[in-house]
């Protein structure tokens, strides 16, 4: 009994010494995180400060604070036009992203067909392709199509750069589903789009809200679409009106800031209203496959 005693005293106190050594101090994990709060929240107070605070004043602290920059973004600089537009070409690109890479991550996902392989391949090697390489074709296929100055090419433009990396992220989240749960609902009388809606969607819903958050989010920022395809004003976008407040003699910092905290807050409200499902849906296994 003396050695099982005595294995048992030193495995104990392997497994103490062990925690021990796993439970850091609190000051280790709050001291780098503080830091890299710090830098990370910076720049967004100089924002902030420039945004509030009178035109010509050298004050660190945003006091008395004034809105006068973002009335002249607003109504001055047509940023409200430019949000409108924004807002349009977000939208319309999320919807046409998910509803498209759906159908398509379903399919690669259910079905087995000859060529699958190399053709998914082809998908994400066409994340390597900068769009700027694109940009003399794509321009000239749209000119044929009269879409230039409208706000339907940049939304074709950003879903066609979307969907690869979407129809794969979409393709591995329902390949989490069980095939067993649509073999039964065909069992009770639902055919494959009637299953699919009933048994499968509701449970893709995490991996759709990713998939759709990050399309409106590029296409809410991306600039160089936007640049390139609309040359006119009441068209243009919040990138490209951030780019007007700037020329080559000055810059007027207050408007500056106020237009990217403008262009800033809608996507922070809707990660802040979405963060539940994005975390559950990267977490769900996107990558299986």
């Avoid at 794969?168 to 095939?179: E, K, Q, T, W």
Wanted: glycine residues 8%; hydrophobic residues 55%; aromatic residues 14%.
């Amino acid at each position: 009994m003396a050695p099982e005693v005595k294995h048992t005293r030193s495995g104990r106190s392997r497994g103490r010494r062990h925690r021990a050594w796993d439970e850091a101090p609190r000051w280790q994990i709050y001291l780098p995180l503080g830091i890299y709060l710090l830098f990370t929240l910076i720049p967004f107070y100089w924002i902030f400060l420039f945004a509030v605070r009178p035109a010509g004043s050298t004050s660190l602290v945003p006091w008395p604070m004034t809105g006068e920059h973002f009335a002249k973004v607003w109504t001055e600089r047509s940023f409200a036009t430019y949000f409108q537009n924004s807002v349009v070409t977000g939208v319309a690109t999320l919807l046409m992203t998910t509803v498209v890479a759906l159908v398509g991550g379903y399919a690669l996902a259910r079905f087995d067909f000859r060529g699958k392989r190399p053709f998914m391949l082809v998908l994400l090697c066409s994340q390597f392709v900068p769009g700027a390489l694109l940009l003399v074709p794509l321009f000239r296929i749209f000119a044929e199509l009269q879409l230039i100055n409208s706000l339907a090419s940049v939304v074709v433009a950003e879903t066609v750069f979307q969907l690869p990396l979407s129809m794969i992220l979409i393709s591995g989240f329902i390949r989490n589903v069980p095939y067993s749960l649509e073999e039964a609902a065909w069992v009770d009388g639902c055919n494959r789009f009637h299953g699919f809606r009933v048994v499968v969607l509701p449970l893709l819903r995490p991996g759709l809200i990713a998939v759709g958050s990050f399309a409106f989010v590029h296409a809410w920022n991306h600039f160089l679409f936007a640049l390139m395809f609309l040359s006119r004003q009441d068209k243009q976008t919040i990138p490209v009106g951030l780019n007007t407040l700037m020329s080559a003699d000055s810059v007027d910092l207050g408007a500056l800031a106020a237009g990217g905290i403008i262009a800033a807050v809608p996507v922070v409200i809707v990660f802040a209203f979405i963060q539940k499902w994005l975390i559950t849906g990267f977490s769900s296994g996107a990558v299986k496959g």
